[in-house]
């Protein structure tokens, strides 16, 4: 029988197939929590993996195959992409990587089984085909050792052009780096990082530290960090203030825990959110960190049921995610272009929504971890042209390295970590 870290990556994977529970819900269930962490974390790496680098093993697979790799059936498709991750990117014995792929074949479909054998003995024999040539066909190879699903290998390739979207692809198969902040009720919040054996170095927003350690897990648990993108926290920065504070779409509730800290004893955050799982999840974070200033309200941004009157209103705004594809490798599997621009035209109507709760002279930020244009200036230029009374703000000088045009990006082949689209306005 397979390992229960290699049971629990086909079934996560197989339920991934469908409309249903995200990767981050179902890693979080019970049964993946009840694991030794030592599984865990080979389920991580094993999930992950196969997710970054799908295309990649379809296209090792496909040479082998009688039929596209498409129309094979979940369970032996799962099956293959999880022995030929262990067989070509883990150092897992070729043995092992077979018998327990067969395994879960035989368990889940077992007529597959002599199919998935096969497949796999005869790639751990061959090897991997040589990639593409990224500079003869781009879009071939990003759609196979990029991993990206064609419609988006095609956009990338021709709005980027060919060597930035190769690069980004590279920086989405990469781990982020894990980036935390300290909590300033935690005096020696610093002291206890480097007594784990983590020395954190400091990056180019005031805060922000990339960390490496295996503690760093234990001390998020204790409230002493937080581990917040980069990107994440530039967002909150510019958000923040010292009087009244709305964060218009709060969950899980990074940003309002950043802006409650450098608003400080002065500022009082409101932080709304229409989901009610989403909201308990925030408010579980606003009490475990320690943010006295922040108030937790259901309320849903299209219906905001405040007056005006505040003097910054954030709107980290749903969207695609796809800046955050090194992270959430799952969510380019399921996008399409329709969804990108389906996403933009609701965070248009959000965006008009709570402009009207900025006072004169108040600050309106807009953000989205998305790296397309439809969702990032394309938005904030409409709302612009149609709302004179709001213009871009003046931005601290330490965020020029991120400056895009008025604007602000994080790019991940550039930066490391998630990419984020970033507008800070006032209202005259």
Same mark, same amino acid.
């Given at each position: ?143 196979? !050792? ?109 940003? !309002? ?172």
């Amino acid at each position: 029988m397979a390992t229960a870290a290699r049971r629990h990556a086909f079934r996560i994977l197989i339920a991934l197939e469908e409309a249903g529970p995200t990767l981050a819900d179902l890693l979080a269930g019970q049964e993946v929590e009840a694991l030794a962490a030592r599984d865990r974390a080979f389920l991580h790496e094993l999930l992950l993996g196969t997710l970054r680098h799908r295309g990649a093993l379809d296209h090792a697979l496909a040479p082998l195959l009688h039929r596209p790799v498409e129309r094979l059936d979940a369970e032996p498709l799962a099956a293959l992409r999880l022995g030929a991750y262990q067989l070509l990117r883990m150092r897992v014995p070729q043995r092992a990587a077979v018998a327990e792929s067969v395994d879960l074949a035989r368990a889940a479909a077992p007529r597959s089984t002599g199919f998935v054998n096969a497949v796999l003995r005869r790639l751990a024999r061959e090897g991997e085909p040589p990639p593409p040539d990224e500079k003869a066909d781009p879009v071939l190879w990003l759609a196979a !050792t990029g991993s990206l699903p064609e419609w988006l290998a095609r956009r990338w390739a021709e709005r980027l052009g060919p060597e930035v979207a190769v690069a980004r692809a590279r920086a989405f198969l990469e781990r982020p780096p894990s980036v935390v902040r300290l909590n300033p009720r935690v005096a020696d919040a610093r002291s206890r990082l480097e007594a784990a054996g983590i020395e954190p170095r400091p990056l180019v927003v005031p805060g922000a530290w990339e960390a490496r350690g295996p503690a760093l897990a234990r001390l998020a648990a204790d409230g002493v960090v937080y581990v917040q993108d980069q990107g994440s926290q530039l967002v909150a920065h510019l958000a923040s203030s010292a009087g009244l504070v709305l964060d218009a779409c709060a969950a899980p509730g990074g940003k !309002t825990t950043l802006i409650s800290d450098l608003g400080g004893a002065g500022s009082r955050v409101i932080a709304a959110e229409v989901s009610l799982s989403r909201l308990r999840t925030l408010s579980i974070l606003v009490r475990r960190w320690g943010s006295p200033n922040v108030t937790v309200v259901g309320a849903d941004a299209l219906r905001p049921p405040f007056r005006s009157g505040f003097d910054a209103v954030l709107l980290d705004a749903p969207c695609t995610g796809l800046g955050t594809l090194g992270r959430n490798p799952d969510i380019k599997w399921h996008l399409t272009r329709a969804d990108v621009l389906r996403h933009a035209r609701r965070q248009r109507e959000l965006l008009f929504s709570v402009a009207g709760l900025v006072k004169p002279g108040g600050r309106l930020v807009y953000s989205v971890c998305s790296t397309e244009r439809e969702e990032g200036e394309d938005v904030v230029e409409g709302f612009l042209h149609d709302q004179s009374s709001f213009q871009p703000a003046p931005l601290p000088a330490w965020t020029m390295p991120f400056a895009h045009g008025s604007f602000l990006r994080t790019l991940p082949e550039r930066d490391g970590g998630d990419g984020f689209f970033v507008a800070a306005l006032e209202r005259a």
